[in-house]
Structures are given as C-alpha cells and as structure tokens.
C-alpha cells in the first residue's frame, strides 16, 4: 500500500494551475506566481536559420529550458533547422521577451525575424491554452 499516494495529474491551463496549487492551502499570491510554472509546453518550429536555432538555444537553457535543433546546426552543414522547444509556460514568456529584443544590432530583416518567431510562439502558446 502505497503511504503518500503518488500520482500524476494533468494541468493543461494557468487556472487549473492556480486551481491545484490552492487545493495545498497555498496562498493566492503564491499560487498567482506559481501557477505558469506548473505547465510544461514543446513546441515545434519548422525551417529555422541556424544562427535563429542556436540563439533560441541558448536563451531557452539560460532560463532552465532547452531547445532541440538538428546536428548539423553548429557546424551549418545544412541551411535551417527544425526546432523542438521545451518548457515551463513561465520559460517560454521569458523567452518571447529576450527574442523581442534580438537582432537590433543585425539589418533590420535579421531583427524582424526575431520579433516574427517570438510573436509566433506567443500566439501558440495562447491558442493552446
């Protein structure tokens, strides 16, 4: 008999987030900060330059996340990449915010494709939940 009942339960939504963690008498600020924490996302991005690849890469697992791309990116063996996306709610607001601001440096095409992949990750995440 098993003494502390373990077992999975599904949140698919910041409510039914918010909702289990004031089941455990969390208080409702604590549950408000937690509840995008609760929720775990992949998302799949298909063509995506290398130089794109690598950068979402590395901003993912700076905030805890990570980011699958193809073998061939690091060495650009090949032009694109599909991109496999994995993370909290919470790590992939923050990585919509840091891809906002990439590329301001690069000519302004390089810097709207970074706005363009974040505005698309935004609006997914939002259709999904």
Not at 25 to 50: C, Q, T, Y
Not at 61 to 73: D, P, R, W
Request: aromatic fraction near 6%; glycine fraction near 4%; include cysteine.
């Amino acid at each position: 008999m098993a003494r502390f009942n373990a077992a999975p339960i599904t949140i698919s939504n910041e409510e039914a987030a918010r909702t289990e963690i004031l089941k455990i008498d969390v208080s409702e600020e604590a549950a408000h900060i937690m509840a995008p924490k609760a929720i775990f996302r992949v998302m799949k991005l298909h063509g995506v330059r290398n130089a794109v690849g690598n950068i979402l890469k590395q901003e993912m697992l700076s905030i805890g996340g990570e980011v699958a791309v193809s073998q061939y990116t690091v060495n650009c063996a090949r032009p694109s990449t599909d991109v496999l996306i994995m993370g909290t709610l919470k790590q992939f607001y923050k990585l919509i915010q840091k891809m906002k601001v990439q590329g301001w440096v690069l000519e302004k095409e390089r810097e709207l494709e970074y706005k363009e992949i974040a505005d698309e990750i935004e609006k997914a995440l939002k259709e999904s939940l």
